[in-house]
């Protein structure tokens, strides 16, 4: 009947109603046979993978870590944090702001010491700055305690994502596509040594390449059940 499902309420079944209650049954019932399905679709992709460390995402500006890093976040049931976000709300000023009053060396100290704190939690999904890496002990960090992903997007996508963007300190430049290849080409041999690389075209199938990543590992290295 014009796609709809319609449950039909027949002898022997004696109903003393109007047909309005008898709308509202089905519709309660097809609502709750709707949320039993979700539900058990949720906990199957909850199950999907259960991971005991946390799940860092490097890459450049405008690679889509704090997008993907979300999705993922949510497939897995864990809690997702942007460490730049993190870093604002403990400082009460914006990471340009950071940057404008207390220069990159600063920003990058704030940076470690919240990725360290966010690693000591339980596991979760980290999207991290650009540059986090940059910084020997933050990236020694991330290297010993998480799944480091680096997310690789082509330098023209991230320039066409990025180039109206005003928040980005270390893009006020008077030539920005040339310092952002030069960020890139400074940066590219340290991304190369995250534990698992993943082109980030389409976010559904970048996140999938990261859960099925990490499920790839023996279960040695991966310290987990699924
Ligand atoms: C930076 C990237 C920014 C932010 C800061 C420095 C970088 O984060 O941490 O502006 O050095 O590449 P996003 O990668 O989220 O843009």
Redesign the pocket.
């Given at each position: 009947m014009n796609g709809f499902i319609s449950i039909r309420v027949e002898k022997p079944f004696k109903y003393i109603g109007n047909q309005y209650d008898i709308y509202c049954a089905n519709a309660a019932l097809l609502i709750i046979l709707f949320t039993k399905g979700k539900t058990d679709f949720m906990f199957s992709i909850m199950k999907l993978l259960k991971i005991h460390k946390s799940i860092v995402l490097i890459g450049?500006?405008?690679a889509g870590?704090?997008h993907i890093g979300r999705m993922l976040a949510q497939k897995l049931g864990v809690e997702f944090f942007d460490s730049?976000k993190v870093i604002e709300a403990k400082a009460g000023i914006s990471?340009a702001e950071i940057?404008e009053q207390y220069g990159e060396e600063k920003f990058r100290q704030c940076e470690k010491n919240t990725i360290k704190e966010l690693l000591e939690n339980e596991p979760c999904v980290i999207?991290t700055?650009?540059?986090a890496i940059t910084n020997p002990d933050t990236f020694a960090l991330i290297k010993d305690h998480s799944y480091s992903i680096w997310l690789e997007v082509p330098l023209d996508l991230i320039w066409q994502r990025i180039k109206s963007s005003s928040h980005?300190?270390?893009l006020q430049d008077e030539n920005p596509r040339k310092k952002l290849e030069t960020?890139y080409t400074e940066r590219e041999a340290l991304y190369k040594q995250a534990q698992f690389h993943v082109l980030n075209e389409h976010a559904e199938q970048s996140v999938s390449s990261i859960i099925n990543s990490i499920k790839s590992l023996s279960d040695d290295e991966r310290e987990d059940n699924l």
């Open positions: 450049m500006m405008g870590k704090t730049d990471v940057f999207a700055g650009g540059g980005r300190p270390l960020i």
